[in-house]
């Protein structure tokens, strides 16, 4: 047992951690997820050159090995950073799907350009009806000669505007929450019948709902076997809902710590509101809520890396944290920033928008509680 | 970074387990799952057993017979001690009076105690609260006035665990007044139970048990080579003990244990009802209590690792001890929740040793779960209560 970190992996994490204090100030954080495109395609392009998007990729397909630790120190630092450039969607969501399963053939289409950051990518893991049941897939694919025709709608799809490839689950068998007869479909976004709605977040990301209407895609996009879909989709939520529980712990550090400091400078009655009581109570009950954390997410990590089988339930357990004490630290720092916390112009009203929509993403609390529950039964 | 323990760590794991299935005497082991307290004589036979296997003191530095153990092996330890059922060292001595010893004491002060209690040939009990001091423990008023070679003690402790059994009683005394900041002036002084003017009596708690006395000092005589490090300077020893004494507090293993054994309870269909596990509701906050337990077993390891680097268990032990008293409350209720109407019965009598374990009403789990519970509310009030650790952390930690 060992809780050190690598050489590399500590310098993996000092360099995006100067990419954050250098490069992507609030200010500049602000600009970006305010622009139409809602990411720095600059920026993008230097992720890529500093290695970044080739971390998570094994070393003969050009990436540079790295796993869930390297995935944690990295995420831990977007989350300080409030960062909205879609490395999620990208390197997570679609190159987790497409590092498990994809051929040759595919990766050399696919894996290149997404590790290059020449290519925009999206995993459509969401419908209308699903809510957080990966499984609930309702989206058809019927299979016509060497094809098949797609049917259905994606809700909630992460970088769907802007993605170049979008990896669609649809159902090639079974009813509509079996687990069997689920396939992964790379189908480029540009096909014909595919309509895209892009929006923004409400946490300043970027998301589209996409409609499908008798695409039609060739067998060979296919990704991994047909029909047995769900345990790569359900590994590569895992791992995403993993990466946004580190991404959430570097918010509920750096909110916790902002709110310290700001109660040590705001002065009411003549005193700084920290030298209050009940306020200092509340700031170590969120000082213990991040330690808690901070913890789950290293046992989480450790175990994910270990490709320990009690991995699956670490991570809801995790997440079921992040949905009760994280979003302790969230309140109340809006709450302890008093009139300030509520106020576009300052950042911990974004990270509260963040922390908000981490809970909601891959499960909240209570399903994921459910979920620990039922994994150790 | 590693989850799994190394060749060497699993190594160390069997012999602990080892140790534990052939030197834990079985009828302690028995006493112990049936919910019978242990005698003095009981606690003492066991506590030489570990002297003699040299665990007694596994955070001792080794030239004190300390165990040397990595952060790892300690981890191992306390959960396999847990495990067996077995009790721990009683603090008093090994945990809490013997690294102010080891650190501020003299020569003479090392091995006129610390071989005492190691060996278990010397009880401790701790005297720092009394009727007017609590959490400002700074205000007590016992106090200790030279007078030649000797201090003469007039005062009272209380909350006083098992003062009753021990030999010893370290505390901290008044031996000036005229100071400019109250915690001046005090002072760590170790005092022979036994001496002329020390009385003991019993208070009974909640749960209806004897386990804390007031102990009263009426000009009782102490030499003076019982002051331990400088005269005055006993606030800052007993604040270096309290730090050591609130890592101890966590209790992350024996909540380990008490966890696992109330799983298998409520997966059983006790007295014919269909298993708790099956209530959603149920298993929900046993779920919550479980994760929030195994933050804290990282939390724990997590500062175990710092410490092994050389640093001093500090404020942050703090986050130990309230969120372990939390968490160690928090399954206290869920064992009185599970025990429903056999929590009731108030039957102390068949924890006697002499009662038939048979014709006992309900099991240990439930019949002892109220007593358990009621008992256990201590847990966030002694060693500094939990507000009390909040008012530290904000100052020393976040620097409020």
């Known amino acids: 047992m060992d809780f050190s970190i690598s050489e590399e992996q500590s310098m993996l994490a000092d360099s995006v951690a100067r990419f954050i204090d250098n490069d992507y100030d609030f200010e500049t954080r602000q600009k970006i997820a305010a622009s139409e ?4 395609k600059e920026l993008w392009q230097t992720c890529a050159e500093l290695g970044w998007s080739a971390v998570l990729f094994d070393e003969e397909d050009g990436g540079l090995g790295g796993g869930p630790i390297e995935l944690m120190l990295m995420m831990e630092q977007f989350g300080r950073g409030l960062v909205v450039e879609p490395f ?7 190159g987790g799907v497409l590092r498990r399963t994809a051929s040759g053939g595919q990766k050399e289409q696919w894996l290149t350009g997404l590790i290059e950051g020449n290519l925009q990518a999206a995993l459509a893991f969401a419908e209308p009806q699903s809510r957080f049941n990966v499984a609930d897939i309702a989206t058809t694919a019927v299979p016509d000669g060497d094809e098949f025709v797609l049917n259905g709608e994606k809700t909630f799809v992460l970088n769907g505007g802007s993605a170049d490839l979008l990896i669609i689950p649809a159902r090639t068998a079974g009813d509509q929450s079996d687990h069997d007869g689920i396939t992964l479909f790379a189908l480029p976004a540009a096909s014909d019948g595919v309509s895209r709605r892009g929006y923004k977040s409400v946490d300043g990301l970027q998301a589209a ?21 769900l345990p790569v989709l359900q590994s590569v939520i895992d791992e995403a809902t993993l990466a946004v529980c580190a991404e959430a712990v570097g918010i509920m550090r750096t909110m916790h710590e902002k709110t310290v400091e700001y109660s040590k400078i705001r002065m009411q009655f003549g005193v700084p509101i920290g030298s209050f009581q009940a306020l200092q109570h509340r700031m170590v009950d969120t000082l213990i809520a991040c330690e808690q954390t901070q913890s789950l997410l290293l046992w989480a990590t450790m175990l994910t890396a270990a490709d320990d089988k009690g991995a699956a339930q670490a991570i809801s ?4 944290q992040i949905g009760t004490a994280g979003l302790l630290v969230a309140r109340e720092a809006v709450q302890i920033h008093g009139g300030m916390g509520m106020t576009w112009e300052l950042d911990i009203a974004h990270y509260f928008k963040r922390m908000t929509a981490i809970e909601l993403l891959f499960g909240n609390a209570d399903h994921h509680l459910d979920r620990y529950v039922a994994l150790s039964n | 970074m590693n989850v799994n323990f190394s060749a060497d760590e699993l190594a160390f794991q069997e012999e602990v387990r080892t140790f534990f299935r052939e030197k834990y005497p079985g009828d302690l082991r028995r006493k112990r799952d049936h919910g019978i307290e242990l005698s003095r004589e009981d606690t003492i036979r066991w506590q030489k057993i570990l002297s003699e296997q040299g665990w007694a003191a596994v955070n001792w530095p080794v030239e004190y017979g300390g165990t040397g153990w990595s952060a790892i092996q300690k981890y191992i330890f306390a959960n396999e001690i847990a495990e067996a059922n077995a009790p721990d060292m009683v603090p008093f001595g090994v945990k809490m ?35 007017g001091s609590g959490s400002d423990l700074a205000s007590l ?3 200790a006035d030279r007078d030649d070679d000797h201090y003469v003690v007039n005062g009272t402790k209380t909350w006083t665990t098992l003062a009753h059994l021990a ?4 505390c901290l005394v008044r031996t000036s007044s005229d100071v400019a900041r109250r915690q001046e002036g005090i002072s760590f002084l170790l005092i022979d139970m036994s001496t002329p003017g020390v009385t003991v009596k019993p208070i009974i708690t909640i749960e209806g048990d004897r386990e804390v006395n007031e102990v009263h000092f009426d000009n009782v005589r102490v030499p003076i080579d019982n002051l331990v490090g400088e005269e005055g300077k006993g606030w800052t020893y007993g604040k270096v003990l309290l730090e050591h004494e609130r890592t101890n507090l966590a209790g992350v293993a024996r909540s380990k244990y008490r966890m696992r054994r109330l799983k298998q309870k409520i997966s059983q269909p006790l007295h014919g009802a269909v298993p708790l596990l099956n209530d959603r509701i149920f298993s929900r906050k046993v779920a919550a209590t479980e994760i929030e337990l195994k933050a804290l077993e990282y939390t724990d390891l997590r500062t175990l690792a710092a410490v092994a680097v050389g640093k001093a268990p500090g404020p942050e032990s703090s986050i130990l001890k309230i969120r372990g008293t939390e968490v160690q409350q928090a399954i206290d209720a869920l064992f009185l929740e599970a025990a429903g109407y056999y929590a009731l019965p108030y039957l102390p009598a068949q924890y006697d040793e002499d009662f038939p374990v048979e014709e006992r009403l ?6 002892k779960a109220s007593l358990q519970y009621f008992n256990n509310r201590k847990a966030s009030i002694y060693g500094g209560s939990n507000e009390i650790q909040k008012n530290i952390v904000a100052k020393h930690v976040l620097g409020l």
């Open chain 1, 37 to 40: 495109l809602g990411y720095s």
């Open chain 1, 88 to 94: 999620l969607a990208n390197l997570v969501l679609a």
């Open chain 1, 209 to 229: 709902e996409i409609t499908l209407k008798e695409v039609r895609v060739n067998a060979d996009s296919v990704l991994g076997d047909a029909g047995q879909g």
């Open chain 1, 317 to 320: 357990a995790l997440k079921y």
């Open chain 2, 97 to 131: 009076v013997a690294p102010v010893v080891y650190t501020f004491g003299d020569e003479a002060q090392k091995s006129r105690f610390l071989p005492d209690i190691l060996q278990s040939n010397a009880w401790w009990c701790q005297g720092y609260s009394e009727p």
């Open chain 2, 141 to 143: 008023k016992t106090r």
């Open chain 2, 167 to 170: 030999d010893w009683i370290f």
């Open chain 2, 362 to 367: 309900g099991s240990v789990a439930e019949t």
